[in-house]
């Protein structure tokens, strides 16, 4: 029971995958909202808008959109990724996996590992749909090292979801999740606009959001520019992801179906 | 052995008996029903004998195995059909199976050759491959059926198996059960509120009421217990059978409706035969002879003192609202 089962955590990944390349109009509406993002409100913006910070100059807004759009995909499909036990407790499938002679923890893992893996798809069909815009990352190494944040970025969050959807009875938190949750995530990580000269309650808001060192990072691999160094985002990140699996698994192993 | 033992078991919520203080248990190869109305604490039963619901007091064992010290082994051993659907719909048939065989670490020969025998056991081979968003009700529950079976248990549970199918699905439904019970030696627990399901299926049957079980006993003899057969008779000369049949103990009482002797008899089957000579010793015609046992609905009613479809209306609500406060718990 308290093992790790790699047969249970890569069927939940095969599960996850399969659905998701089923699910065309989910794909479809993923890869849309990005691309009007970058077309309207990323050149609307590039036109009228200067950075005015040193660091930053040679920046256009939509090259520093395009980390602030990957990191809102992530987000909210990783949200969505661990929140759909949600949706598995509703159409009853949660039942069928909880009698199974598998530990919580490996269920737990699974959905993580799926959950990572689509996100981590979707991310990188906004950076190549942003290629076609002229966005360029600067080379291998900072691709590599994007991935490993996308991956982080994933994890934590799908944790998130798995914790608050282990706590919520049915369908109905998931909105309050959405408003109160993800939207605060995403308008304070600075996907929209940079850090630099915002008042204090402001930035110290911004400071304990999470998403935020992922997006800073982000920017500090693909565009070399950032408000914290590298390490700083990549620790912030580590330490989430650890809190967000422990806590994830602890309440899933609690809750009763 | 016994594939279930159950003794004493008690369940609260919040102080409410769901079940209270149940005893039975269901030997290797025997179908067992629990019968009743909806909140008589069947399914609660069935999420204990399931690990999903830990028990407040009492002692269960499925397969020798304790639900509380090794719900591992437990859960290793059964199959479940649930009460409400539990498929993936976004997956084929195959795929549900296969993903089931996985998580119980079956490998890739036993699982191909078990998905193609429990498909075929249930008659969804033809349809291995469709997505189960295309299914109907009937072949979901079969699916599940199938699923269940996947793992080769000792035990397997059908939570109220053919609820909201028609007649025609219910009737295949049961076949399917009986012949599994047959060709792979099963124990199975089924719960139901329908009588005619556990009089058709089940090797004994418990009647639970209100967290308590009142009686278990085969079907026949349940049915044996409270009522008596009644033969309808058609008869040339009927009042001068009621005069001869009066000198018998076992004619419980005759009445004269409409044309037809009714007579209510212990063991009707036994007794046919007597009437019908009786009445042509006695030169009277016999034209028609029809022989009416008691059914499972007559039993709950002896035992409860309501019928259980009085019992749907009355309670549903009700016992669906206790059982979202303790949901929210």
């Given amino acids: 029971m308290r093992k790790i089962s790699f047969e249970a955590i890569y069927v939940l990944w095969l599960r996850e995958i399969k659905t998701f390349v089923r699910a065309r109009s989910r794909i479809i509406g993923n890869i849309v909202q990005p691309f009007f ?34 990191g809102m995909a992530l987000l909210f499909s990783s949200m969505f990724a661990g929140l759909s036990i949600l949706w598995d407790r509703q159409f009853g499938f949660l039942r069928e996996i909880m009698v199974a002679p598998v530990s919580r923890l490996s269920l737990v893992l699974g959905r993580v590992a799926g959950g990572m893996t689509t996100t981590i798809l979707q991310a990188l069909s906004i950076l190549l749909i942003a290629w076609l ?46 408003n109160f949750i993800i939207m605060p995530i995403f308008f304070l990580s600075g996907a929209l606009f940079p850090l630099e000269g915002i008042p204090s309650w402001l930035g110290f808001l911004m400071y304990i959001d999470p998403l935020t060192y992922g997006v ?25 992801c650890i809190v967000m699996l422990t806590l994830g698994s602890y309440l899933f192993s609690k809750c009763e179906v | ?104 670490g079956m ?46 248990p000792k035990v397997l549970f059908l939570d109220e198996p053919t609820l909201g199918l028609d007649a025609q699905t219910r009737h295949i439904i049961w076949e399917h059960i009986k012949s599994l019970n047959q060709r792979e030696k099963i ?35 349940l049915k044996n217990l409270v009522g008596k057969d009644i033969i309808s008779m058609k008869l040339s000369s009927p009042e001068k059978m009621i005069k001869l049949v ?23 089957d036994e007794k046919i035969p007597l009437l019908v000579n009786l009445a042509q010793k006695n030169s009277i015609n016999v034209e028609l002879v029809n022989l009416r046992k008691p059914t499972l ?33």
């Fill in chain 2, 246 to 268: 009066a000198g018998f103990d076992w004619v419980k009482k005759s009445e004269l409706h409409d044309g037809l002797l009714y007579l209510k008899v212990t063991k009707g």
């Fill in chain 1, 133 to 178: 815009f002229g966005f360029r990352i600067k080379g291998g190494a900072s691709f590599f090292l994007s991935l490993i944040l996308m991956a982080l970025i994933g994890i934590g969050f799908v944790g998130m979801g798995v914790a608050f959807a282990s706590k919520m009875e049915d369908m109905h938190g998931f909105q309050i999740v959405m």
């Fill in chain 2, 1 to 104: 052995m016994q594939a279930i033992q159950v003794l004493n078991l008690t369940k609260e919520f919040n102080g409410f008996k769901a079940v209270n203080d149940i005893s039975f248990s269901v030997e290797e190869g025997e179908i067992f029903g629990l019968l009743g109305p909806n909140g008589a604490g069947k399914t609660t039963t069935i999420r204990i004998l399931s690990t999903t619901l830990r028990p407040t007091k009492g002692k269960v064992k499925v397969w020798g195995y304790d639900v509380k010290t090794d719900p591992d082994d437990v859960r290793r051993s059964i199959g479940i059909v649930f009460q409400d659907q539990t498929l993936d719909d976004r997956l084929t048939g195959v795929e549900n199976l296969d993903f089931h065989a996985r998580l119980y």
């Fill in chain 1, 216 to 240: 800073d990072g982000m920017r500090a691999v693909m565009l070399g520019i950032s408000h914290f160094p590298l390490a700083v985002n990549f620790t912030v990140l580590i330490a989430f």
């Fill in chain 2, 107 to 152: 490998d890739k020969k036993m699982r191909k050759k078990r998905i193609e025998q429990v498909l075929k056991l249930v008659g969804l081979w033809d349809k291995r491959n469709t997505l189960v968003k295309y299914y109907s009700g009937g072949m979901c529950r079969r699916l599940e059926i199938a699923r269940g079976l996947m793992h080769y």
């Fill in chain 1, 37 to 70: 993002f970058l077309a309207i409100f990323g050149v609307g913006f590039k036109s009228s808008m200067k950075f005015a910070t040193p660091q930053m100059s040679g920046i256009d807004y939509m090259q520093f959109l395009v980390p602030g759009l990957i």
């Fill in chain 2, 297 to 329: 609905e007559d039993v709950f009613l002896h035992f409860t003192g309501r019928t259980i479809r009085q019992e749907e209306g009355s309670t549903r609500q009700r016992i669906s609202m206790r059982l979202r406060s303790w949901r929210r718990r």
């Fill in chain 2, 187 to 221: 124990a199975i627990l089924l719960t139901t509120h329908y009588m005619d399901e556990a009089d058709i299926l089940c090797n004994r049957v418990g009647i639970i009421d209100r967290g308590k079980i009142l009686v278990i006993d085969r079907p026949e003899n």
